[in-house]
Nanobody, 117 residues
Framework: HVQLVESGGGSVQAGGSLKLSCVDS????????MGWYRQAPGKERELVSI???????TYGDSVKGRFTISRDNAKRTMYLQMNSLKIEDTGVYYC????????????WGQGTQVTVS
């Protein structure tokens, strides 16, 4: 049973930083691509960043240069370092793992709230 648990969310002032973590309690971590998505109130879920099992990273245009995704396979943990936070970064951040053949992520965490004021 795969379970993804996010942590590290909270409230921060604009310009501040937060670091999110996503721990995988299953057994698939190192072999899967993983990603962060976010959803703001009244908006669709959007891609924040993806990291492949090889460590290749991609970022959404709105976070490039400010956010950094990383993973520690030994700890089965993925991170998202968020710097220079903006009010528009507010939302629920979701961790996702393992893409299907159609490139959709199969497993999702329950989300962690990030509020920038």
């Amino acid at each position: 049973h795969v379970q993804l648990v996010e942590s590290g969310g909270g409230s921060v002032q604009a310009g501040g930083s937060l670091k999110l973590s996503c721990v995988d309690s299953g057994y698939i971590f190192s072999s899967c691509a993983m990603g962060w998505y976010r959803q703001a109130p009244g908006k669709e879920r959007e891609l924040v960043s993806i990291i492949t099992s090889e460590g290749t990273t991609t970022y959404g245009d709105s976070v490039k240069g400010r956010f950094t995704i990383s993973r520690d396979n030994a700890k089965r943990t993925m991170y998202l370092q968020m710097n220079s936070l903006k009010i528009e970064d507010t939302g629920v951040y979701y961790c996702a793992a393992c893409r299907t053949a159609s490139m959709e992520f199969r497993y999702w965490g329950q989300g962690t709230q990030v509020t920038v004021s």
